[in-house]
């Protein structure tokens, strides 16, 4: 098993550095005003389908350590195949609310809609090839999908100049690579999926499942791009573009690389809790936890100290988005160490408890965006305090989320937090004030050289913190020895060699 989160988690970390990489080049060479509109066609399509999710891929998950699955892949096929007709639906009357069916922006936005059409049909097929652990064949179209849509961003940013409208090159980038994912999804599904007839008392039971879920669905969808909006509207596309060059190009790829690790360990989940084995799902709960903490602290030091020196390097015009991107940071580190309580909770069957939490937290981000935003909210008056206030907006739930989860993990399973989470947290913290007096030191040696002064301060932050967790064993011998487990590439050719000839 380790193969194959090894597998999930180098293909997500390496197609998302790429797409890091390359939104980097577009920030570089596209002006704001463009970067905003772009996320804003984006954002309508996104809040039309409203009804993504609403709790089925969730509930099927769970669903994944019953005997007779596929009985159960039909019906969700089915499900899932109504609430895409009546996410087309809803996009379609959002595009006309809007009034984005201009001259400028109809076309744009039909491609989108059909690129996030041909996202969810393939989605359907990958939520099933992971409930059957094969890791490989779920990773290969998202792996080809984003490295795809990555390169022909890159040659976009190389060929600015002979590119009459980059926003047209986008979406018509964006719907070729989503036909050929879908088209890919479907070849690889063929041999390993069977689509049953649906059931109409399995349907019942779907629904009866995912009705706490609906709500938090809903309001997720509504959480993660109100804002956008919001922010459009009252302030316009340029700080929509700022604001995006965390919110849109950062944030998503380090929470992509924690969504892929815990999605692999949701199954092994609902199968341990078929067995009742309370000390593996424990185990494998205290893993994930751990070294997403050290992986996110990491970031988060290197971000602290240099945050404002990388920008200034890499991205000159961005420099409105510092103050963004040290607020918004800590969001992947709250996800990253609690995603795997909230899908535990889903794996024992307590998704009603589930929902409220993530409700809650998606309510709370709704609240904060309305009232720190805008300067007036109908004729209410509001903050006002913009990019900033949805920052603070995005990032101060999730702490709050982060917390409930463990208690709720703990009142349900008597699984216990682990304490040595504050203890890396607290080393995390002494790391950054003390490379902080060095990097002064370094500064004075490197006046006029701000990438030597990068580069030495992030390394020298990277040893100190790698020495404390040693120091006080949060780095154990049995950690080295799983990395130099997962170096062995025998292993991985055996594991993919398996998946595909099983």
């Given at each position: ?8 988690l ?50 099927h998950f ?20 109504v ?18 069916w ?7 936005s039909?491609?989108l809609?059909?690129?996030k ?18 890791i ?8 080809f ?28 980038s ?16 063929k ?23 609906i ?59 078929e ?18 903490s ?5 970031i ?25 991107l040290?607020?918004m ?22 998704q ?8 809650f ?45 463990r ?27 003390i490379?902080?007096f060095?990097k ?16 030495y ?16 064993k ?9 990395f130099?487990e997962?170096?062995k590439?025998k ?9 595909f000839?099983?």
């Amino acid at each position: 098993m380790k193969e194959k989160f090894v597998i999930s988690l180098i293909t997500g970390l390496s197609s998302n550095v790429l797409f890091l990489f390359a939104s980097y080049l577009l920030l570089l060479k596209l002006d704001i005003a463009s970067v905003g509109i772009w996320v804003f066609l984006n954002t309508v399509v996104n809040l039309g389908f409203l009804f993504i999710n609403i709790g089925f891929d969730a509930i099927h998950f769970q669903y994944s350590g019953k005997k007779n699955i596929s009985d159960y892949i039909g019906t969700y096929f089915m499900i899932k195949v109504v609430i895409l007709i009546i996410n087309i639906i809803t996009s379609l009357a959002l595009l006309a609310i809007l009034q984005v069916w201009t001259i400028e922006f109809l076309f744009f936005s039909l491609l989108l809609l059909f690129s996030k059409i041909f996202f969810c049909i393939g989605n359907i097929f990958i939520v099933n090839l992971r409930i059957k652990i094969k890791i490989f064949k779920a990773e290969i179209p998202n792996f080809f999908v984003i490295t795809g849509n990555s390169l022909s961003i890159i040659y976009l940013a190389f060929n600015m100049s002979h590119i009459s409208d980059p926003i047209l090159y986008l979406s018509v980038s964006n719907f070729i690579f989503y036909t050929f994912f879908v088209i890919i999804v479907l070849y690889l599904s063929k041999n390993e999926i069977k689509i049953n007839k649906p059931n109409k008392l399995l349907a019942g039971n779907y629904i009866k499942d995912a009705k706490p879920l609906i709500l938090f669905s809903i309001v997720s969808v509504v959480a993660t791009y109100l804002g956008n909006l919001i922010l459009y509207y009252s302030l316009g596309n340029e700080s929509l573009g700022y604001f995006s060059s965390v919110n849109t190009y950062l944030i998503p790829v380090l929470l992509l690389i924690s969504g892929s690790i815990s999605s692999i360990y949701l199954t092994l989940f609902s199968q341990d809790f078929e067995k009742e084995d309370i000390n593996s799902i424990k185990t494998t709960l205290y893993i994930i936890e751990n070294y997403s903490s050290i992986l996110f602290l990491s970031i988060i030091i290197i971000i602290l100290l240099n945050g404002e020196l990388i920008i200034l390097i890499f991205l000159p015009t961005f420099l409105e988005a510092v103050p963004i991107l040290y607020i918004m940071i800590f969001i992947p580190y709250f996800i990253g160490i609690s995603q795997p309580y909230s899908w535990l909770l889903i794996a024992e069957k307590k998704q009603k408890i589930n929902a409220r939490v993530n409700s809650f937290v998606s309510i709370l981000i709704i609240i904060l965006m309305l009232y720190f935003i805008p300067r007036e909210i109908f004729f209410f008056q509001a903050l006002g305090l913009g990019v900033i206030g949805y920052a603070l907006a995005q990032t101060i739930p999730w702490i709050l989320w982060a917390f409930l989860c463990r208690y709720y993990i703990s009142k349900t399973l008597t699984i216990k937090y682990q304490k040595t989470m504050i203890l890396q947290f607290f080393l995390a913290a002494l790391t950054i004030i003390i490379t902080f007096f060095i990097k002064n030191i370094l500064n004075s040696v490197f006046p006029e050289n701000q990438v030597l002064l990068l580069i030495y301060s992030s390394f020298i932050a990277m040893g100190i913190f790698i020495g404390f967790l040693i120091i006080f064993k949060e780095l154990k011998r049995e950690d080295l020895s799983f990395f130099i487990e997962i170096l062995k590439l025998k292993s991985y050719t055996e594991s993919v060699k398996k998946e595909f000839t099983s």
